[in-house]
Antibody, heavy 123, light 106 residues
Framework: QITLKESGPTLVKPTQTLTLTCTFS??????????VGWIRQPPGKALEWLAL???????RYSPSLKSRLTITKDTSKNQVVLTMTNMDPVDTATYYC???????????????WGQGTLVTVSS | SYELTQPPSVSVSPGQTASITCSGD??????ICWYQQKSGQSPVLVIY???KRPSGIPERFSGSNSGNTATLTISGTQAMDEADYYC?????????FGGGTKLTVL
C-alpha cells in the first residue's frame, strides 16, 4: 500500500530555511503520471497548496510562494524534499506531503496523504 | 489568482442529505476534487474528476459540477461524516483549495 511520511524540524527561527523530507513507499516516482506534492495548513485554517514534482522532474509552485520554494526528488531513496527560505511566524503550519496521480483527463489529484508535521516558526 | 468559495458551515440531521457547494469562475471547465478532513486527521480524497469515488469511499458521497458551482452531496448523512470538506481545482498549473466547509451532523 502507499504510505508517505514527513520529517523535519518542529521549530525554526524567523529568517531560517526550512527543509522537509517526504519519505514514501508503495509507488515509484519514476512511474509515468505520478507526482508528490506539498500542502500546508496553519492551525485552524484552510489547506494551502505549495508545490508538486512529477515523475519526469517537471515542477509546479504556488505563485505566491514560488520565490521561496524548491522541490526536488531522489527516486533511488523514495524521497521528495521541500525547502522554504526566509521563514516567518505566519508560516507556522502542519505540512503535508501527498501522492498525486494523473486522471483520465490529464488532471491531477492527491489520493494519499502523509500524517503531516507541525512546524512552528518562533524566535 | 483563481479563487474557490465555499460556505463556512453546513448543518444536517442524521439520515438527511447534505450539500456542500464550491464556486468559481467557469468552474465547469475544470475538474474538481473533494477532500474530507476529520478533526486532528489528514485529508482524505472522497471525490475526484467531479464525480468519481476512490476505492473505499461510500456510495453516499457523490459530486457534480455545472456552470460556476460544484457540489458535494452526502446522502443519508451519518455522524461519522462530520468533518471539514475542501474542494480543489487546477488553474494555470496551480492547485487551488477552497476555504473549507465545516459539516455538522446534529
Amino acid at each position: 500500500q502507499i504510505t508517505l511520511k514527513e520529517s523535519g524540524p518542529t521549530l525554526v527561527k524567523p529568517t531560517q530555511t526550512l527543509t522537509l523530507t517526504c519519505t514514501f513507499s508503495g509507488f515509484s516516482l519514476s512511474t509515468s503520471g505520478v507526482g508528490v506534492g506539498w500542502i500546508r495548513q496553519p492551525p485552524g485554517k484552510a489547506l494551502e497548496w505549495l508545490a508538486l514534482i512529477f515523475w519526469d522532474d517537471d515542477k509546479r509552485y504556488s505563485p505566491s510562494l514560488k520565490s521561496r520554494l524548491t522541490i526536488t526528488k531522489d527516486t533511488s531513496k523514495n524521497q521528495v524534499v521541500l525547502t522554504m527560505t526566509n521563514m516567518d511566524p505566519v508560516d507556522t503550519a502542519t505540512y503535508y506531503c501527498a501522492h498525486s496521480r494523473r486522471g483520465d483527463y490529464g488532471d491531477y489529484f492527491f489520493d494519499y496523504w502523509g500524517q503531516g508535521t507541525l512546524v512552528t516558526v518562533s524566535s | 489568482s483563481y479563487e474557490l468559495t465555499q460556505p463556512p458551515s453546513v448543518s444536517v440531521s442524521p439520515g438527511q442529505t447534505a450539500s456542500i457547494t464550491c464556486s468559481g469562475d467557469k468552474l465547469e471547465d475544470k475538474y474538481i476534487c473533494w477532500y474530507q478532513q476529520k478533526s486532528g486527521q489528514s485529508p482524505v480524497l472522497v471525490i475526484y474528476q467531479d464525480s468519481k469515488r476512490p476505492s473505499g469511499i461510500p456510495e453516499r458521497f457523490s459530486g457534480s459540477n455545472s456552470g460556476n458551482t460544484a457540489t458535494l452531496t452526502i446522502s443519508g448523512t451519518q455522524a461519522m461524516d462530520e468533518a471539514d470538506y475542501y474542494c480543489q481545482a487546477w488553474d494555470s498549473n496551480t492547485a487551488v483549495f477552497g476555504g473549507g466547509t465545516k459539516l455538522t451532523v446534529l
